[in-house]
Each structure stands twice: as C-alpha cells, then as structure tokens.
C-alpha cells in the first residue's frame, strides 16, 4: 500500500471520528484536497526556477516608473 493511500485512510478516519457519524462526503473532498496539495507541490518543485522568473517579472514590469 502506497503512503497517499494509507495517509487518505488515516484522514478518512479522523475525520469520521469528528462527523460523529454523518460521514456525507468528507473523504472524497479530502482526497481532492491531498491530490491538489500533491500536484501543487509537484509543479512547484518542477518549474521553481521558471515560476520565480515570471514573478519577479511581473513584479518588476509593475514597480517600474
């Protein structure tokens, strides 16, 4: 079992201990959470360099005179 699949169940757990039994949806939105957080973090860890170059040229196209 992989740790994104162990870490969903350990959420989806807790999470249903606190719904005190009305579980609705949460796990499913929990694993849309942790899946964006994922895939964020990827990205983010990929492009740094050029997510970086782009910032710091928008900020300096808009600080200039």
Request: proline content about 3%.
């Amino acid at each position: 079992m992989n740790i994104s699949r162990q870490l969903y169940i350990r959420v989806a757990a807790w999470i249903d201990e606190l719904a005190d039994g009305e579980r609705g949806d949460v796990p499913g939105w929990v694993l849309v959470t942790v899946m964006t957080a994922g895939l964020v973090t990827a990205i983010w860890l990929i492009a740094d360099d050029q997510l970086t170059a782009v910032l710091d040229r928008a900020i300096s196209s808009v600080s200039q005179p």
